[in-house]
């Protein structure tokens, strides 16, 4: 007697089980039947897909949304070849399978969860282009030429060669504008893929965004979460990296990768020409004029790069010392002074923490509330299923965990915090209590789901505590909540009257958009049409609605044909430079990208 997919399904284990799914998708799907293929996932299903099928970062909500997205795409994608890469396991009901598959141009990996009525999340993604593919491994590059050749030319002859020759007799195909870890790791993988490439940054060495900013800053992601494409950080690199060591490993990064960096060079201008479908670029190199006509422009120009200073009237007749945070040297020269920090998030605890260290009288303004987790506690229940030593020891590798992290659909991840955020909040209830009986004004994100989603939908809003949050609890560093109402030439008074004798003010109040970078760079005008960058459309505060299913506008294509967003933290930079890299890749080798679900601008900044 014959039996019906679901009969099947259920007699059988979870590899039969994900082989019958696999094979049946894979009917439909050489069938085109689009709306068979749809009908195997739950009624809830999301299926998130990262430029395998979509040429796109794109979430697809739901059956209707597969389906349309099959339409659209399948004839150019002609998927195949679905299997498992490993044996599938099960617990709650969850059926999870390890997958891969090919794609008529490339290579796919994903991750399939199936539910009793089909699969719930599907991700795929692409992981390289068939025939340019990576040469690593057995493809690795020979090094030596055996032989005898009266035209050689040695390793550093073609470098010294192409250095001289990249960006005056050959244009680069990409320029990447900012050399920070972004641009570095993206960088890194276009190298690898053979795309010419030039990043440039206006300072003076790769790692002096991380020199630059104040003493005391140690790396508050763990080593496991940090390490770049292609060479990991060592088995002694310390858990936090204290900034001057990781700007010195990305220094030495760029060298060993062979990235053409270009150090003390801005670009100051960027216009994009229809007619011939490229930039043109000036920049200034070394002091120098020079126009660059790149066909792809990248801006990893840094979340974390536009100061937002505050305009408080008063500001121009303070005879103190005040400054953005990112311009605050550290705490030295301020033993015995009185300073006043505006804010109270990662930049302004750690900046009180060190002064408070060398005994300045610090005093902290709370404007607004923030979500603070202790950093161990954030390491213990936040991250270390998948970044700590014990996830290594169990077999976890880097390139699997940012995969798991991928797997789980922006619209319910959420869901899977707020367990954690609080089980946290279990964890640490003296300490909250103490902060809060302080007179702290702490919040754990809109719907309770913590650090991680304050992070994806803002970008702000949130202290990793490392020890300062505890001078703020004790008092050490006093906190005094409201709105600063003006500067006088010796204090900080706020609406409430309160007067903040200061010696020195640090105004440790965020940064601006990416998109304004977009608008300095190219003009307001391609800046509206691309609009926001960063956030999820969440309708939370700062990430307004509607709801979009991936970062705006980072690492996938925009409104403006040919610019791109890189950035994020030490892990998105790792990950979704491979994705941003193959999409470039491709568009350099002329195979066809159709896009799908061009991302549509609700918001201009
Ligand atoms: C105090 C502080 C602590 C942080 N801690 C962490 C942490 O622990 N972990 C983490 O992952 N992230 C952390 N971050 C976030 C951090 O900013 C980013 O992760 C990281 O710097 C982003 O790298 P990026 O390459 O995207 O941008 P950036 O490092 O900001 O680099 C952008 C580069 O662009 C260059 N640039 C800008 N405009 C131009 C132009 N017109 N021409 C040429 N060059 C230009 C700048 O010179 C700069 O070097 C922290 C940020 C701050 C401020």
Known sequence: MTQTIE????????????????????????????????????????????????????????????????????????????????????????????????????????????????????????????????????????????????ERETWSEKRVREAAELGYAAQPYALVV?????????????????????????????????????????????????????LKFPENWPVFAPKDKIADWLESYTKIMELNYWTNTEATSARWDEGTREWTVEVERDGQPLVLRPKQLILATGMAGKPNVPAFPGMDRFRGEQHHSSAHPGPDAYAGKKVVVVGSNNSAFDICGALWEKGADVTMVQRSSSHIVKSDSLMDIGLGALYSEEAVASGMTTEKADMVFASLPYRIMHEFQIPLYDQMRERDKDFYDRLEAAGFDHDWGDDGSGLFMKYLRRGSGYYIDVGAAELVANGDVRLVGGQVKELTADSVVLQDGTTLPADLVVYATGYGSMNGWAADLISQEVADRVGKVWGLGSATTKDPGPWEGEQRNMWKPTQQESLWFHGGNLHQSRHYSLYLALQLKARFEGIPTPVYGLQEVHHLS
């Open 7 to 150: 009969q099947r399904e259920k007699t059988a284990g979870p590899q039969a089980r994900v082989d019958t799914w696999l094979a049946d998708f894979e009917g439909a799907l050489a069938a085109r039947d689009v709306e068979r293929a749809a009908a195997m996932f739950a009624t809830d299903c999301y299926w998130r897909d990262l430029v395998s099928f979509t040429w796109n970062l794109k979430t697809l909500e739901g059956r209707d949304a597969v389906a349309a997205m099959l339409r659209a795409t399948l004839d150019e994608i002609d998927p195949s070849g679905f299997r498992t890469s490993e044996e599938p396991s099960e617990g709650g009901g969850v059926t999870e399978a390890w997958i891969e598959f090919d794609t008529a141009v490339g290579r796919g990996r994903g991750q399939l969860r199936l539910k009793e009525e089909g699969a719930w999340t599907l991700l795929t993604t692409l992981y390289e282009l068939k025939g340019h593919e990576e040469p690593r491994g057995k493809g690795r590059p020979r090094g030596a030429e055996h032989g005898a050749n009266r």
């Open 178 to 230: 900012g050399g920070g870890q972004g641009g570095i790791a993206l960088g890194a993988r276009l190298r690898q893929l053979g795309v010419p490439t030039i990043i440039i940054d206006k300072r003076g060495r790769p790692g002096d965004q991380w020199r630059s900013r104040y003493t005391s800053l140690c790396l508050h992601d763990p080593v496991w979460y940090d390490h770049l494409p292609y």
